[in-house]
């Protein structure tokens, strides 16, 4: 099932902590994780996080292949996750599908260390690099109700909140 995923300006469920998963291994979670993934496969990303589809719970998948023909997906599915270690920096433009449309340069660590639970609650460490390091910190970040937006200057940034005000009056933001 494809869920309609929310977008940026006047969604409080994007702009607040999610909460933590305390049950696992359920038919529920299971089908929430395979809903999301066929979300994001169908919306052409390749990082989708709970608040997103309006479920403020701290899950996020995540396969950097975009599902594309001719790759292997690569699927990972990150529940409660925490960043542990981050090394180095780098700038590379970034999207978000809660505000498609428009993506501006954004600054994150190289490579970063995650610790996550998988849908049977299982603890793992994942390390990502690059495109994938980027992937963990702007998904984490929604988690906690941080957009990619907030990591630009203030007037970058209102640029982009009039932009979007501007669609949503002429009903081109739904
Ligand atoms: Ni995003």
């Known amino acids: 099932m494809i869920y309609r995923i929310v977008k940026y300006l006047n969604n409080p469920v994007l702009e607040k902590p999610a909460e933590k998963v305390t049950e696992f291994g359920t038919a529920e979670l299971r089908e929430l994780v395979e809903n999301m993934f066929e979300t994001m496969y ?19 998948v995540i396969d ?3 599902g594309e023909e001719g790759h292997e997906p690569e699927r990972l599915v990150l529940i409660n996750p925490e960043v542990t270690t981050k090394e180095g920096k780098i700038t590379e433009e970034e999207g978000c599908l809660s505000i498609p449309g428009i993506r501006e340069p954004v600054t994150r660590a190289r490579k970063v260390t995650v610790r996550a639970q998988n849908v049977e609650g299982e603890w793992q460490e994942l390390e990502g690099e690059d495109l994938l390091a980027r992937c963990f ?3 984490i970040d929604h988690l906690n109700g941080i957009l990619f ?3 630009l200057s203030a007037l970058k ?5 009039r932009r979007i005000r501007k669609l949503q009056k002429a009903g081109e933001w739904e």
């Open 64 to 66: 950097i292949t975009g």
């Open 42 to 60: 169908a919306a052409h990303g390749i990082g989708l996080a709970a608040p997103q589809v309006d479920v403020s719970k701290r899950i996020t």
């Open 149 to 151: 937006v907030s990591h």
């Open 137 to 139: 910190q702007h998904e």
């Open 157 to 161: 940034r209102d640029l982009i909140k």
